[in-house]
T-cell receptor, first 112, second 113 residues
Framework: DTEVTQTPKHLVMGMTNKKSLKCEQHMGHRAMYWYKQKAKKPPELMFVYSYEKLSINESVPSRFSPECPNSSLLNLHLHALQPEDSALYLC???????????FGQGTRLTVV | DAKTTQPPSMDCAEGRAANLPCNHSTISGNEYVYWYRQIHSQGPQYIIHGLKNNETNEMASLIITEDRKSSTLILPHATLRDTAVYYCIVRVRGSGSARQLTFGSGTQLTVLP
């Protein structure tokens, strides 16, 4: 199994809603990443987890809250988002820090 | 991690080799060259990586110049399904403190029928 699975594939939420994005991998990878990608732009790193601990936070606003409950699962909790937060959110995992990362297909988020 | 420079776009005829260049003149001795591609609205896909020797796998070949300041990704027989944005990234490999996998602007490759 070489897949990173992200759910849901699409999400529409209001600015007062609370929602969560989920990412799962069963490759035994110990590094997991969240990226945000706006249209026609490259992915931008948001968070890095290593061995279930937050390793990097790229100054992401607190309305985005990551969580790594176990080595296979990575969540991104969303609260009070703005329309400009609409984007493709990508999850990736890697066998260890700084080795090749494998990406999920992303969650297309629309904030209305 | 070192900065990379890629042409914004390239065209290639179907069945021909696609040669995608990347400049990384400030690369450090312990930094690898990675290539990823992203087909429209999908997640990026790992293609290949290398340090200083040329590398080949089932998807592509990677040619790194002797001074390591530039590299070329070669898709030997491009198909329409190879149309994507191709990203060249240089970064340290292995354990140690976390390093971002930072994407530059990439090259939009369009394979023409």
């Amino acid at each position: 199994d070489t897949e990173v699975t992200q759910t849901p594939k699409h999400l529409v939420m209001g600015m007062t809603n609370k929602k969560s994005l989920k990412c799962e991998q069963h490759m035994g990878h110990r590094a997991m990443y969240w990226y945000k990608q706006k249209a026609k732009k490259p992915p931008e790193l948001m968070f890095v987890y290593s061995y279930e601990k937050l390793s990097i936070n790229e100054s992401v606003p607190s309305r985005f809250s990551p969580e790594c409950p176990n080595s296979s699962l990575l969540n991104l909790h969303l609260h009070a988002l703005q329309p400009e937060d609409s984007a493709l959110y990508l999850c990736a995992s890697a066998g260890s820090l700084n080795t090749e990362a494998f990406f999920g297909q992303g969650t297309r988020l629309t904030v209305v | 991690d070192a900065k990379t420079t890629q042409p914004p776009s390239m065209d290639c005829a179907e069945g021909r080799a696609a040669n995608l260049p990347c400049n990384h003149s400030t690369i450090s001795g312990n930094e690898y060259v990675y290539w990823y591609r992203q087909i429209h609205s999908q997640g990026p896909q790992y293609i290949i990586h290398g340090l200083k020797n040329n590398e080949t796998n089932e998807m592509a070949s990677l040619i790194i110049t002797e001074d390591r300041k530039s590299s070329t990704l070669i898709l030997p027989h491009a198909t329409l399904r190879d149309t994507a944005v191709y990203y060249c990234i240089v970064r340290v490999r292995g354990s140690g403190s976390a390093r971002q996998l930072t994407f530059g602007s990439g090259t939009q490759l369009t394979v023409l029928p």
